[in-house]
């Protein structure tokens, strides 16, 4: 069965850190580029940050430049998202996401991030 799982969301002070992980079960994730979605309420959908499988190059949002570091693990399966400086606005449901050059995309199931003192 193909499966993201994430792990380590939840609730942060304003200028603390998180560190979300998705592990990747039932597909060989390095023939993917993976990423990292968030939805905060009553807003739309939006790309935090992404790496690209052909060339291993990042993407961040302008919101998460500074602040948040993309990595992942072939190996161990795994996609990081290091969140440092958190922020009221950075509160959302964070999705990580592996997307085939054929167009494949698979989902995990989404973990809450709550910024607020």
């Known amino acids: 069965q193909l499966q993201l799982v994430e792990s380590g969301g939840g609730l942060v002070q304003p200028g603390g850190s998180l560190r979300l992980s998705c592990a990747a079960s039932g597909f060989t994730l390095a023939d993917y580029s993976i990423g990292w979605f968030r939805q905060a309420p009553g807003k739309q959908r939006e790309g935090v940050s992404c790496i690209s499988s052909v060339d291993g190059g990042t993407y961040y949002v302008d919101s998460a430049k500074g602040r948040f570091t993309i990595s992942r693990d072939n190996g161990q399966r795994t996609i990081a998202l290091s969140m440092n400086d958190l922020k009221p606005e950075d509160t959302a449901v964070y999705y990580c996401?592996?997307?085939?050059?054929?167009?494949?995309?698979?989902w995990g199931q989404g973990i809450q991030v709550t910024v607020s003192s």
């Open positions: 996401y592996a997307r085939r050059i054929d167009g494949t995309v698979l």
